[in-house]
Nanobody
Framework: QVQLAESGGGLVQTGGSLRLDCGSSGGTFGNYTIGWFRQAPGREREFVAAITRSRHRPLYGDHVKGRFTISRDNAKNTVTLQMRSLKPEDTAVYYC???????????????WGQGTQVTVSS
């Protein structure tokens, strides 16, 4: 059992940067692959990034490669998503999730945070 909570969302201008954090409690953070997904109104949930449990390998969705960086600190029970060169198309609710037997596939995750809104203005 693990409980997740996202923080760091907000409003940023095009080209700006924003850092999202995912914190966990109630379980051993290091036991899980952690993923980030996003969902905009009327759109399907989209894979953003993940970092694996065992080798800490980062994976990125096609639309964020080269702009976003995911990292984890198991001692602090946090996963960070550093977002750079933000675009209006990045506007969405961002969710972190734990589990991820298939890191880019949302339904393989077991636990989800409540989401945090990211809005990128033109």
């Amino acid at each position: 059992q693990v409980q997740l909570a996202e923080s760091g969302g907000g409003l940023v201008q095009t080209g700006g940067s924003l850092r999202l954090d995912c914190g966990s409690s109630g379980g051993t953070f290091g036991n899980y692959t952690i993923g980030w997904f996003r969902q905009a109104p009327g759109r399907e949930r989209e894979f953003v990034a993940a970092i694996t449990r065992s080798r800490h390998r980062p994976l990125y969705g096609d639309h964020v490669k080269g702009r976003f960086t995911i990292s984890r600190d198991n001692a602090k029970n946090t996963v960070t998503l550093q977002m750079r060169s933000l675009k209006p198309e990045d506007t969405a609710v961002y969710y972190c999730a734990a589990g991820g037997q298939l890191p880019d596939t949302y339904y393989t995750y077991d636990y989800w945070g409540q989401g945090t809104q990211v809005t990128v203005s033109s």
